[in-house]
Each structure stands twice: as structure tokens, then as C-alpha cells.
């Protein structure tokens, strides 16, 4: 594996996010300010007639970050916020990039985007080379976004697709299947019924849009595995969800990524193992950064000011990336 010096300070968790599970509820509940930063709106094209939206931040540098959501959020996540204010304060451009169907993209698609959407994270690189064509391109994706980086960095796609200059995943649920298990247990229910109630608004959205039928039975009680039978591996052309979980984990590609990458995962993530990372043999190309505490995109710190651990972490890692 590649060996980056790691931040100065590692995730030191205060008395009140001693836990996997406060780590992840506090830390998605404890937003901070909302960002001040001038934009303007992007669209991307994808090849089915679908749309993909965002945001674009000017910048100062010859460097570009694009940043991706995870499951259920938007380019108005509190974290993708934070991760804007950082990349602006190094003076980068940045572009927030909206999933299917999401934040300002709704009404523009009728397909699902999941965990194998590596292809749309491919159509965001090739325009914002074709947009930005002299600006070295960062990217920084958190949890499924981040699973769908690595399997587009490490070829796992069924096409070739444009890809970054350097690469940021934050919390990969690289192995589907065992984040399917783990989120449906114990606690970590409570997780796996808040991704349901979102995904199911998703689908409302896209009824009520005229863009899909009303033909997908689901319940608010389901587990993840039995939504993704019932209406991600329909919508997403997969034949059932072992068949969706095998084709787009990107643990089998870790192996293969030439393009200077960071993993950044949490020991105690109340609902994505980190070994299924570690024992993927990960290339000379790639950095494993593991702290003991962080849950699932929390990192709350007893170091730092503003208990943000997360952002001084993607600081620190677009640093040696970018020098390197």
C-alpha cells in the first residue's frame, strides 16, 4: 500500500462520543454553520438522457475538488459543506456533484443511482475535464459515493470512464453484502430504517414526477437487502441483490488502482467493517488510514475547535496527495 504521513493529530474522541454510535449520531447532528460561499449551477449530461446537477464553487489554484454525497443526501449535506469551506480555504474549485435525482436534480432522473455508480462519477470527471481542461482534478467522496469512486478507480465497472488526478474515500462500504448484514443489526437498525424512509421518499419524488410507474412495492419496515430486491436491483438493471452486491463492491478492486488514492475508515463504523478493506490487498497506489474512533462520517474530536476531525483530515490528505 502507499505510505502518506498521516494527519498530526489522530481522532481523539471527547467523554460525550466515546462510541461507534454516538460518534455517527452526534456527528450528523451537530451541523455547524451553513456555508457563505458564491456559486453557480451545473448541469451533466448522461449518456441515458438522465441529468446529473451541482454546484460550482471559483477558485484561485489549478486544482478542481469535486465532491459526491452518500445514500440519501444531497450536495447540501452538512459534510459536503464543510468539505467546500476546506477546499476554498486552499484556494481550490470545487464542484458538489448531486446523484440522480437529487438536491436540484430532481425531476432529472428516472434511473436509481447506488453503490456501483461509478459510471456518473465517471461523467463528472470527463465534463469537468472538458470544462476545466488546465485544473488537476481531487476527488472526495464520502460512503456510497466513496464505495462507487473506488470501484471506478480500481476498473470494477463494466466500461472504461473518466477518473481524477487523486482521490479521497471516506467511509467505503466496500463489501455490500456485509454493510447489508451489519446495518441490520442490533443498533445499527435504527440506521438502516432512516436510509429506508429516505429511499422510499426518493421513489414518491420520481412517481410523482411522472418519470417512473408505481410499480415498486416497498414498506417502511424492510431491511436495506429486501429494498434493494424490491426496487434498487429492478430500477438498476441487477438481477437480485447478491447479483447488485457482488458486481459493484468495490473491495475486489482495490488491487488495482494506479491513481494516488486515500481510505479513510473508522474501526468502530457502526455498519461498514473495515477489514473487508484492509483484506483486500489494496495497491501500492492506495493509503488505508484507520482510526479507532469516528463511527460512520462522525470524527468528533476532543483536540480540535469545533470537535471537526473530518475536514482537518481531507485537509491534510488533498495536501500530500496534490504535493505528491
Request: glycine share 8%; hydrophobic share 35%.
Amino acid at each position: 500500500m502507499r505510505k502518506l504521513s498521516p494527519p498530526p493529530l489522530p481522532c481523539r474522541a471527547p467523554w460525550w462520543a466515546a462510541s461507534g454510535h454516538l460518534q455517527t449520531i452526534l456527528g450528523n447532528y451537530l451541523r455547524g454553520e451553513p456555508s457563505i460561499h458564491p456559486s453557480e449551477p451545473i448541469h451533466i449530461p448522461l449518456p441515458d438522457g438522465d441529468q446529473l446537477t451541482g454546484r460550482h464553487y471559483r477558485g484561485e489554484t489549478d486544482v478542481l475538488t469535486l465532491v459526491f454525497h452518500g445514500l440519501g443526501g444531497d450536495d447540501q449535506a452538512h459534510y459536503v459543506r464543510r468539505t467546500v469551506t476546506l477546499a476554498r480555504k486552499l484556494g481550490h474549485h470545487v464542484w458538489t456533484v448531486n446523484h440522480r435525482g437529487c438536491g436540484e436534480g430532481r425531476g432529472l432522473a428516472k434511473r436509481p443511482y447506488h453503490s456501483g455508480s461509478g459510471d456518473d462519477l465517471g461523467a463528472a470527471f470527463a465534463a469537468a475535464r472538458e470544462r476545466h481542461p488546465d485544473l488537476r482534478q481531487l476527488a472526495v467522496a464520502y460512503s456510497l459515493s466513496a464505495n462507487a469512486l473506488l470501484l471506478n478507480l480500481g476498473g470494477g465497472l463494466p466500461d472504461p470512464t473518466a477518473q481524477p488526478d487523486a482521490a479521497i474515500a471516506v467511509n467505503p462500504p466496500v463489501d455490500l453484502g456485509a454493510c447489508s448484514s451489519a446495518i441490520h443489526a442490533g443498533l445499527s437498525r435504527l440506521y438502516e430504517l432512516r436510509f429506508i424512509k429516505r429511499c422510499r421518499k426518493a421513489i414518491r419524488q420520481r412517481v410523482e414526477d411522472g418519470l417512473i410507474p408505481d410499480s415498486y412495492r416497498t414498506s417502511p419496515l424492510m431491511s436495506l437487502r429486501e429494498f434493494d430486491d424490491a426496487y434498487t436491483t429492478k430500477a438498476g438493471g441487477f438481477r437480485d441483490a447478491d447479483d447488485y452486491y457482488a458486481r459493484c463492491s468495490a473491495r475486489h478492486h482495490l488491487s488495482k488502482i494506479t491513481v494516488p488514492t486515500v481510505i479513510l475508515m473508522a474501526k468502530d463504523d457502526p455498519f461498514i467493517p473495515w477489514q473487508h478493506a484492509a483484506e483486500a490487498d489494496p495497491s501500492s497506489s492506495v493509503h488505508l488510514h484507520l482510526e479507532d474512533r469516528g463511527g460512520h462520517m462522525g470524527y468528533l474530536s476532543r483536540d480540535l475547535p469545533g470537535h471537526r476531525w473530518l475536514p482537518y483530515a481531507v485537509e491534510h490528505y488533498a495536501k500530500e496527495l496534490l504535493r505528491s
